[in-house]
């Protein structure tokens, strides 16, 4: 439901039952959640093709990732957020879904410390077909019907 600046999805379920569904639906898409906020009814995931910092120290793993990091990136990047609010009666979640994409800029590869060659993000820009096709892949898993 809604308009495409203001996408939405009315779940009768409550919030409560609502919230821990969304947290799996964004992981089974392969997205990591960043920032989760209940109280308010906030979930964020980080930039899909950023990767985070081994928090394991450093081994042959976090190296590769760091090489392929460094010399491959992905035309974008995208990210999602999801809000809840309560709906019309106690039974009732709206569920409003906003994606972002940057597009990579620049075609020279990194070298660390060198500002002129290195591969940079263009500012992130809301995506209005990012934030319909998570909507309808979220209508769907919420329903229980997958995708052929």
Do not use: C
């Amino acid at each position: 439901m809604g308009g495409a600046e203001s996408r939405y999805l009315a779940v009768n379920a409550t919030p409560d039952t609502v919230w821990p569904k969304l947290q799996d639906f964004l992981q089974d898409e392969g997205y990591t959640v960043k920032k989760i906020e209940p109280g308010v009814g906030l979930m964020e995931t980080d930039w899909t093709g950023s990767q985070a910092a081994d928090q394991n120290g450093f081994n042959l793993m976090s190296f590769l990732s760091i090489a392929k990091n460094t010399f491959f990136k992905p035309d974008h990047i995208e990210k999602v957020r999801i809000r809840i609010e309560n709906g019309e009666n106690n039974n009732q979640t709206l569920v409003f879904v906003t994606g972002q994409k940057m597009a990579l800029t620049g075609e020279k590869p990194y070298f660390p410390g060198d500002s002129e060659s290195s591969f940079k993000y263009a500012d992130a820009k809301p995506d209005a077909t990012l934030s319909a096709a998570m909507l309808a892949r979220l209508t769907a898993y919420l329903s229980g019907k997958t995708e052929a």
